[in-house]
């Protein structure tokens, strides 16, 4: 069966730092292209980054450029998500899930959400 499982999820202080994990299980995550996405209280979901298999390409949305960095260990088959210098826009229930390719950070290319973990950034 194929699962997404996000972890890392707290509470920090405005800029602080947390590394969110993706672990996947039933299929070889490192064959596919991970996605993380947020949604905040009232608001859509956003894509936040994304990691492409193979060359492992990576694209990041603009509110988190420079500030957050994705990355992958195939042997773990886990997807990272490091956040650095937090802000309280930044609090959400951060999700990760699959698509093909990594391009245009759009849910409705993506499958096999997780649940999410929480992040809340106090100000």
């Known amino acids: 069966q194929v699962q997404l499982v996000e972890s890392g999820g707290g509470l920090v202080q405005t800029g602080g730092s947390l590394r969110l994990s993706c672990a996947a299980s039933?299929?070889?995550?490192?064959?596919?292209?991970i996605g993380w996405f947020r949604q905040a209280p009232g608001k859509e979901r956003e894509g936040v980054s994304c990691i492409s298999s193979g060359d492992g390409r990576t694209n990041y949305a603009d509110a988190v450029k420079g500030r957050f960095t994705i990355s992958r260990d195939n042997a773990k088959n886990t997807v990272y998500l490091q956040m650095n210098s937090l802000k309280p826009e930044d609090t959400a229930v951060y999700y990760c899930?699959?698509?093909?390719?990594?391009?245009?950070?759009?849910?409705?290319?993506?499958?096999?959400w997780g649940q999410g973990t929480q992040v809340t950034v106090s100000s």
């Open positions: 039933g299929f070889a995550l490192g064959y596919l292209a």
């Open positions: 899930a699959v698509s093909r390719h990594c391009t245009v950070l759009r849910t409705s290319d993506y499958t096999h």
